[in-house]
């Protein structure tokens, strides 16, 4: 296509994260060989090669690895540029397995002068943070030896309103330099994380001249030093969401060597979403949904299931509960004789279909994606073994009034979610007449609290005096969050879409005292 230089992200050659195979010396040895062989690659082509990898450090060094970039040419490694701020915070650990060695500098290709960076190293630019969280900016070092072009490789997940600012810090430092931005961003799901993608190219005033696709993979032609610009796209953060959650729930499938899920469909707006989900993940065809009636299930429930599955064009199978919740009972009422029925019943149901979808699990080689939303898994309104059986959380980072906003843009051209679904009052159904709110405050009233508690980490006050919500419930909230704790961490790996998620970039202890 003519290109003199393609630019790979972040990692490229081994991926991101690689967490502990960077402590395996055999991975960095192959990660080191790819390189040679790339380079190899090169000799007698027109194209230089800028790609990411992990390369192994000095022995004295004191980790095992350094986050490099490598330019090759002709079969040459023209330079090995190594990461300087190395990020430990929220998901990132990079200052368990880096070593930041090498000072920055800048490498000419046919005259022209490039400085690289390595995603967090551009991330430290004091006229656009309030609150760095490093002492030196590696950009400054780059900017002394008077490049004409700056390129960053990245390796930048995705949450909620991230492409956004990501493009302001990088036109905000294109400014300020006076040169263009390249960012080549990783794309696609790794585990809990998922990466957008959304690679670009600024001029030096700032402005787009390039934008690559977003949650999808692409390859983007720009003159570095000649493009006019280009309109920015328009973002809209419920559809990025759902993009986010479809890319992630079919590399988590498909890496994982698995081809297709089951999600236990209860006639619930947050069963549905997921399916739908992972129908346009995966292809109807690899999706089945199963309803499990119990004796206090509504018949609604199932019609309404059986409706979306026709809608989705997936499987739909129905396996009754009442008697295997009978004989579950039976068999243990001389130890619960002259006990009232409680929530102990409630989880019995839950449970038995959590057994049952494992057991369609092994017999057809699925992956059970679990339906729980963010709100439930905060407050513990879940059952260990029981709904939060499975392989992948795909909606545990929506609370649950996002849940509706994504089904509503969801159903915005055609009804994909039955009305019946969206209009219900929330409802577990595993007693009579059960509604979410018997147990928990309107999810209106709930969300707020957890989004405020969770992921700005304000203190009940604070919260209370913000949304204007009585601190006694504030509080309530805020104990059954610290509560739950165990929960969470029996829990499948959720799709992270929000600055802070369950799982790996939140990290507590189980076994904890709280005052609150």
Not at 94 to 103: A, D, I, K, V
Request: overall charge negative; some cysteine.
């Amino acid at each position: 296509m003519g290109a003199r230089l393609v630019v790979f992200p972040e990692l490229a050659i081994c991926g991101y994260p690689p967490a502990d195979f960077l402590e395996k010396p055999s991975f960095l040895t192959r990660c080191a060989t790819a390189v040679e062989e790339l380079a190899e690659a090169t000799r007698g082509l027109p194209t230089a090669v800028l790609v990411g990898v992990a390369l192994p450090a000095p022995p004295d060094a004191g980790k095992p690895a350094v986050n490099a970039a490598v330019l090759l040419d002709h079969g040459a490694v023209l330079l090995e540029q190594h990461k300087r701020l190395l990020p430990f915070y929220d998901v990132f650990d990079e200052q368990r397995y880096f070593s930041p060695l090498r000072p920055q500098q800048v490498v000419e290709l046919d005259s022209v002068r490039l400085a690289v960076s390595i995603c967090e190293d551009a991330w430290n630019d004091k006229g656009f943070w309030q609150r760095r969280l490093y002492a030196v900016d590696p950009m400054e070092e780059l900017m002394r030896q008077k490049p004409a072009v700056h390129i960053n490789l990245s390796a930048s997940p995705f949450w909620h309103s991230k492409p956004e600012t990501r493009r302001r810090m990088l036109a905000a430092i294109a400014k300020r330099d006076g040169i263009p931005v390249f960012m080549c961003n990783q794309v696609g799901g790794n585990d809990s994380l998922v990466f957008d993608g959304s690679s670009l190219a600024l001029n030096a005033r700032g402005e787009l001249i390039a934008q690559a696709g977003a949650f999808e993979e692409d390859l983007v032609m720009a003159d570095a030093l000649g493009a006019p610009s280009v309109p920015e796209p328009q973002a809209d953060e419920t559809e990025a969401a759902y993009r986010a959650l479809v890319l992630g729930t079919r590399d988590y499938v498909r890496k994982c060597g698995f081809s297709k899920a089951l999600v236990g469909l209860s006639g619930g707006i947050d069963s549905a979403l997921v399916a739908a989900i992972a129908t346009e993940a995966l292809g109807a065809e690899n999706v089945m949904g199963v309803g499990m009636p119990s004796p206090y299930s509504s018949a609604g429930s199932i019609e309404d299931s059986r409706k979306l599955a026709a809608n989705l064009g997936i499987r739909f199978e129905v396996i009754g509960i009442s008697d295997l919740f009978r004989e579950y009972t039976r068999a243990l009422e001389p130890l619960f004789a002259g006990l009232k029925a409680d929530t102990t019943e409630e989880n019995i149901q839950s449970r038995i279909r959590g057994t049952l979808l494992m057991a369609l699990s092994n017999k057809f080689s699925a992956l059970v994606l679990t339906t729980g939303n963010k709100s439930e898994m905060a407050v513990g309104y879940c059952t260990l073994h029981g709904d939060m059986v499975g392989a992948l959380a795909v909606i545990g980072d929506l609370v649950k009034t996002r849940v509706y906003s994504v089904c509503h843009w969801l159903n915005r051209d055609q009804g994909v979610i039955p009305a019946a679904i969206l209009e219900k009052p929330p409802s577990a159904e595993l007693r009579p007449g059960q509604k979410d709110t018997d147990s928990l405050p309107p999810y209106e009233t709930l969300d707020p609290i957890i989004e405020a508690y969770v992921e700005r980490y304000e203190t009940p006050e604070q919260i209370a005096e913000e949304h204007g919500i009585p601190i006694d419930l504030v509080r309530q909230v805020v104990r059954l969050v610290e509560r739950a704790e165990y929960k969470r961490q029996q829990a499948a790996p959720v799709l992270k879409v929000t600055s802070k998620a369950f799982g790996m970039g939140r990290r507590f202890p189980i076994a904890v005292k709280v005052q609150v």
